[in-house]
């Protein structure tokens, strides 16, 4: 069926960057598509940008656009979200989610990561 | 981009209840690729259903979808303990795969 595994939270000073890692198990991982989303305390889920596994290529929400760096390693089956420039706003639980194009349809979300909490605080 | 409003923002009611809860979005989504999660206090959000009304894997079928367009609705037929948490729809077509606020499903 398939696992994702997220890396241990973070606490981070403004300004500074952070690293995410997303470990992928139980599925061949180039089947699928990784994506990232976020949610800040109390907010809704924003999705942030997604990687293909098997080429590399990705694509970002404009509302991350220079800040955000998702790549893959695909001798480890994992998948890195890396965020620049943090301040207090980006404090929030980072996930990552899997989905596919299987025969030309789409697929939504079916496995989720269990979340990295990211703390910016001076 | 596609807007998705969801309503109620909360919903009260008690175990047993119908539970009706509306997304609407700013613009048809494409081939109906509507999704519902479930998401519980400090987890990762769970598929319900997508395809508008396919259950995921697991799912009871006291859920169900409905809707085309721009109008969808989750339905829980009969509420157990365990539903009370807060639904999340998606558009999953394209990138942005945008995401409504939320409606909370709590205990009256």
């Known amino acids: 069926q398939g696992q994702l595994v997220q890396s241990g939270a973070e606490v981070k000073k403004p300004g500074a960057s952070v690293k995410v890692s997303c470990k992928a198990s139980?599925?061949?991982?180039?089947?699928?598509?990784l994506h990232w989303v976020r949610q800040a305390p109390g907010q809704r889920l924003e999705w942030m940008g997604w990687?293909?596994?098997?080429?590399?290529?990705?694509k970002y929400s404009q509302n991350f656009q220079g800040r955000v760096t998702i790549s893959r390693d695909t001798s480890a089956s994992t998948v890195y979200m890396d965020l620049s420039g943090l301040r207090s706003e980006d404090t929030a639980a980072y996930y990552c989610a899997r989905d596919r194009v299987f025969r030309g349809v789409v697929y939504p979300f079916d496995i989720w990561g269990q979340g990295t909490m990211v703390t910016v605080s001076s | 981009e596609i807007v998705l409003t969801q309503s109620p923002d909360t919903l009260s009611l008690s175990p047993g209840e119908r539970a009706t809860l509306s997304c609407r979005a700013s613009?048809?989504?494409?081939?109906?690729?509507l999704a519902w999660y479930q998401q519980k206090p400090g987890q990762a959000p769970r598929l319900l259903i997508y395809?508008?009304?396919s259950r995921a894997t697991g799912v009871p079928d006291r859920f169900s979808g409905s809707g085309s367009g721009t109008d969808f609705t989750l339905t829980i037929s009969r509420l157990e303990p365990e539903d009370f948490a807060v639904y999340y729809c998606?558009?999953?077509?394209?990138?942005?795969?945008?995401f409504g606020q939320g409606t909370k499903v709590e205990i009256k």
């Open positions: 395809g508008v009304s």
């Open positions: 990687i293909l596994t098997g080429n590399g290529d990705t």
């Open positions: 998606q558009e999953y077509c394209c990138s942005p795969k945008t």
């Open positions: 139980g599925y061949t991982f180039t089947d699928y598509a």
């Open positions: 613009q048809s989504v494409s081939s109906s690729y």
